[in-house]
């Protein structure tokens, strides 16, 4: 079964912030919410990991819910080149990663 | 950040002839590795995990003696698909774990786009 559920697609306009979410309800304590990018014909690339607090790197902020049953990725400032399908994954740090359908994000100009 | 790097980006065969892949960590050593294979339009699907010096650990549902893993070094895994039939034609990607590296974090190489004719 599927640890994750995104939405197929979304759209959000160049130069605006894309928020992404995820639903993760069964999550256990030993868990994180990882997410990960694939661009067309590319191998995937990984953005941000998050146990409970919210956490933002260069490319990415991770907002995780108090009770870690949902999480929001936020692209900033999107831009064309992050048209992708982006992946939210929940997983121990030794587990393998397993891809879900993840989220198809069309950047709009 | 770390690199893993295939050989080759491309590859075009004839049907029953084998084509080898190469997965290589170019700036770390990966005692593990993962094979993934994606269909047009569908997300990565995990094969099989290389482990170096051992036998690798293939998915359910995966023929390992269609696909042969070989993972003699620290730093160079490969897959070997034999007999390719055009069913075969797919995106192969690898990913590499870092040996001691506390969060066992993954880094994926670009794709293997393999067709077979």
């Known amino acids: 079964d599927a640890k994750t559920t995104q939405p197929t697609s979304m759209d959000c306009a160049e130069g605006r912030a894309a928020n992404l979410p995820c639903n993760h309800s069964t999550i256990s304590g030993n868990e994180y919410v990882y997410w990960y990018r694939q661009i067309h014909s590319q191998g995937p690339q990984y953005i941000i990991h998050?146990?409970?607090n919210n956490e933002t790197n260069e490319m990415a902020s991770l907002i995780i819910t108090e009770d870690r049953k949902s999480s929001t990725l936020i692209l900033p400032h999107a831009t064309l080149r992050d048209t992708a399908v982006y992946y939210c994954?929940?997983?121990?740090?030794?587990?393998?990663?397993?891809f879900g359908k993840g989220t198809r994000l069309h950047i709009l100009p | 950040g770390a690199v893993v790097s295939q050989h080759p980006s491309w590859v075009i065969c004839k049907s029953g002839t084998s084509v080898k892949i190469e997965c290589r960590s170019l700036?770390?050593?990966?005692?593990?590795m993962f094979w993934y294979r994606q269909f047009p339009k569908q997300s990565l699907m995990l094969m099989a995990t290389s482990n170096e010096g051992s036998k690798a650990t293939y998915e359910q549902g995966v023929e390992k003696d269609k696909f042969l893993i070989n993972h003699a070094s620290l730093t160079l895994s490969t897959l070997t698909v034999t007999s390719a039939h055009p069913e075969d034609s797919s995106f192969y990607i690898c990913?590499?774990?870092?040996?001691?590296?506390?969060?066992?974090?993954?880094?994926f190489g670009p794709g293997t786009r393999l067709t077979v004719l």
């Open positions: 700036d770390f050593q990966a005692t593990t």
């Open positions: 998050g146990l409970k």
């Open positions: 994954i929940v997983r121990t740090r030794d587990d393998k990663i397993i």
């Open positions: 990913s590499a774990a870092e040996f001691g590296r506390e969060d066992n974090e993954q880094f």
